[in-house]
């Protein structure tokens, strides 16, 4: 009611009837949500990277933050975190959307404690593994229980880097691999049935169905999880953070430290800047690979 | 949908605006003599936790009844921005903030707080120290905050631990080295290293850097940051280090390492050891820091309040300010969050144990005799955080990754010279002054 009050207001009776404004019409919101929300903020950002602090522009920040002493480390890290989790989830949320998909007794409770982490916050479920991974933690604690270790182990020490990747891919990995979950199960059951019934009459097993009939067939939610579970990896943060402190630097935390600790806002702007340009970067390249045919979407 | 939300979010925004446009009851200046009711922020970057925020809110405020005044905690990162955009408005909703003398050191225009200069004179009386009012001045002719409290560093130790005291040493009169030999001697006995230091992201470790271990070995910061002597102290360090238990790169609050017993003897700020004193008080003791060759350097840190020029009730936060610095609310915030008096007056006898076992180890360090007050940085303005930076890379260099110390020193010592030259800072204590940008020798 509000909307349709709103909507006449702004378009006079002509230029309502007319072809071309009702699509207009219908976008402004988005367009204008989009434009205050995401495009000017971005700009903002952008420019602020180029600027100095007396509000020259040049190429300052973006020197400060390459000879950085921890930018080559924080960028490796992401990008090893990204090669690690992302293909992990994938296959961990295919594997369970194709066994839900199956409807075998109890799938629904199965999915609606699979999807738990959804709801909860990056930072909360990194706190959430650092109560199991710390020295006095549930792990080493059943562990001791059981009789297995005799001293703590200490797994989120500066001497085991490699513990702490670990620790981190795990957390990352129960925390958002729901996310995928949901996305491909909604593309498995858009899949029409009539598919699977003509491979089985040709007599299609059930490797032979997923191979040539579900992948295929799914392929525009794969690039869809696989774009924004990317996105999301290039941000990761909140469970670095309560991990590994400062240990595990990643791009994320890096445009936080200075912003917050560091305070200077040019510096966290071109981290910022860089995360946006490798996102672009990244979505551009599974667009190109994974390329969604006309048919297919309309489907 | 993402139309209604759009409508709804546009409809929030106008009435948003519409009520900060919007007429004000009674937003006339008050004379002389006459203090306006009305409400206002308290923004503070001190006591930003809940359990914090419930003790100031409970035990502190509920006494000023002048004006409604909302708590509010905040980290660094906030509280710059929202003070920085409500001073772009005639009249914002904070009427008084509080943060430590680095937080106001971090604006690089103070003018945006008013000048507390005639309250500091109304408050002459109170006995603040007059070092702290210098400080509250950051270094200009005004009066940017009234000293509001203080607390310093000290370390916690489980009484467990003094068993494995090496023979001759006493716990209340370490050298840096005697701390090594303990802390080899726990982790030698025990299986496991059991010596604390804060060195997570939100640790105060750089003041540890700045305030002990730097002046104790070179007797400066700035000027020594990569002297001979100053090798010496992360040569020593290092090996301290390889007795610290590891998970202290993640501990932001010892208190919390020492109540599980993950570490016996742990250096932190009074406000972040006092849970530990405060749960079990008959396992915990508190000792001086340790000394070095130059002797037992410690830092003196002061909090203080000041007025954003567009505070909405300025004659209330100045009645605000004389309430916090009355001496017995001083006493109830030493008592409420373990933060002490910055008044020239002796503690009251009769303090809960946990807060006697903090001002016992605060006044054997401040009474030792070869104890001497490093400053907190002075005359950095935004340059703050990247002076910090300076110190926590040389930190993550030195110690965690191993790289040589006097080729970190020189590379970090280079840096810190630019954020002197760009903050154009003079020395401060323990540096000698000088005239023009503190210069690394």
Redesign the interface.
């Known amino acids: 009611m509000?909307?349709g009050a709103?909507r006449a207001a702004w378009s006079p009776a002509a230029m309502f009837r007319s072809e071309a404004a009702l699509p207009l019409g219908?976008l402004a919101?988005?367009l204008?949500?989009l434009g205050l929300l995401i495009l000017l903020p971005v700009a903002q950002a952008v420019t602020l990277s180029f600027q100095a602090?007396d509000g020259s522009f040049g190429l300052d920040a973006y020197r400060k933050m390459w000879s950085d002493?921890?930018f080559a480390e924080a960028f490796r890290n992401t990008i090893l975190l990204i090669v690690a989790i992302v293909p992990l989830q994938m296959v961990l949320a295919l594997s369970m959307a194709l066994l839900i998909h199956s409807r075998f007794p109890g799938h629904g409770a199965f999915l609606y404690i699979y999807a738990l982490p959804l709801a909860i916050s990056d930072l909360a479920a990194g706190i959430v593994w650092?109560a199991m991974f710390?020295?006095?933690g549930y792990l080493n604690t059943i562990l001791q229980g059981l009789g297995l270790i005799k001293?703590p182990i200490?797994y989120?020490?500066?001497?085991n880097l490699q513990w702490i990747f670990i620790a981190v891919v795990v957390a990352e990995s129960w925390r958002a691999t729901a996310i995928v979950l949901v996305i491909l199960l909604a593309g498995l059951q858009l899949i029409p049935r009539d598919f699977f019934e003509a491979a089985e009459v040709f007599g299609a097993n059930r490797i032979r169905r997923t191979l040539s009939v579900v992948l295929p067939m799914l392929r525009p939610s794969l690039q869809s999880a696989l774009i924004i579970r990317t996105i999301f990896a290039f941000q990761v943060f909140g469970v670095v953070?309560a991990?590994?402190?400062?240990?595990l630097p990643v791009l994320g935390?890096e445009a936080y430290?200075w912003?917050?600790?560091?305070?200077?806002e040019h510096i966290a702007a071109a981290f910022a800047t860089l995360i946006l340009v490798l996102t672009i970067a990244v979505t551009i390249v599974y667009m190109r690979l994974l390329r969604v045919r006309e048919t297919e979407i309309a489907r | 949908m993402k139309e209604l939300r759009t409508s709804f979010v546009l409809a929030l925004a106008f009435s948003m605006i519409a009520v900060a446009c919007g007429p004000s009851t009674s937003n006339q200046p008050t004379g002389s003599g006459q203090i306006s009711s009305d409400p206002f922020v308290f923004l503070s970057t001190q006591f930003n936790t809940v359990t914090e925020s419930e003790a100031v809110r409970k035990q502190i405020l509920t006494g000023f009844t002048t004006a409604n005044v909302d708590f509010v905690g905040s980290d660094i990162g906030p509280f710059n921005d929202r003070l920085i955009a409500e001073a772009k408005t005639a009249k914002g909703t904070i009427g008084v903030v509080g943060g430590q003398h680095g937080d106001f050191g971090g604006f690089s225009d103070l003018t945006i707080f008013e000048d507390l200069t005639p309250l500091a004179t109304k408050l002459k009386d109170r006995g603040i120290a007059q070092e702290f009012l210098d400080l509250g001045k950051l270094g200009t002719n005004r009066q940017v905050y009234i000293p509001w409290m203080q607390a310093t560093y000290i370390m916690g130790v489980n009484k467990q631990a003094l068993q494995y005291l090496p023979s001759g040493v006493k716990e209340d009169n370490l050298t840096y080295t005697q701390l090594r030999d303990w802390c080899k001697n726990i982790a030698d006995k025990t299986g496991q290293k059991r010596c604390g230091f804060p060195a997570g992201p939100k640790s105060l470790l750089h003041r540890l850097i700045q305030g002990y271990l730097y002046p104790a070995y070179t007797g400066g910061l700035v000027t020594t940051y990569k002297s001979s002597d100053a090798v010496k102290m992360w040569t020593d360090f290092k090996d301290l280090w390889q007795y610290v238990n590891p998970q202290s790169l993640q501990t932001d609050f010892m208190q919390e390492a020492l109540l599980s017993g993950q570490v016996w003897v742990g250096f932190d700020h009074v406000a972040r050891l006092v849970d530990a004193f405060k749960q079990k008080p008959n396992d915990f003791i508190g000792v001086p820091a340790p000394k070095g060759p130059k002797g037992l350097y410690y830092m003196s840190v002061l909090a203080g309040l000041g007025i954003p020029k567009s505070s909405p009730n300025k004659s209330g936060a100045e009645a605000f300010i004389d309430y916090m610095t009355q001496p017995d609310i001083q006493g109830k915030t030493l008592d409420a969050v373990a933060f002490f008096p910055v008044l020239d007056k002796p503690l009251p006898a009769n303090l809960a144990p946990h807060l006697k076992i903090e001002s016992d180890a605060v006044q054997a360090q401040s009474k030792s005799p070869d104890a001497k007050v490093a400053l907190l940085p002075i005359g950095l303005g935004a340059k703050g955080g990247e002076f910090n930076k300076v110190q926590l890379d040389s930190f993550q260099r030195i110690i965690v990754k191993g790289e040589d110390i006097q080729k970190v020193l020189n590379e970090e010592g280079a840096i810190l010279q630019q954020v002197m030259n760009d903050a154009k800072a003079p020395c401060w204590r323990p540096d000698p002054a000088s005239t023009g940008p503190c210069q690394v020798k």
């Not at chain 1, 989120?156 to 001497?159: F, G, I, N």
């Not at chain 1, 991990?243 to 240990?247: E, N």
């Not at chain 1, 912003?259 to 200077?264: G, I, L, M, Q, T």
């Open positions: 509000a909307v709103r219908l919101p988005t204008i949500y602090a002493q921890a650092l710390t020295d006095q001293e200490a989120l020490s500066y001497e953070l991990l590994a402190g400062r240990q935390y430290d912003y917050y600790n560091n305070r200077n």
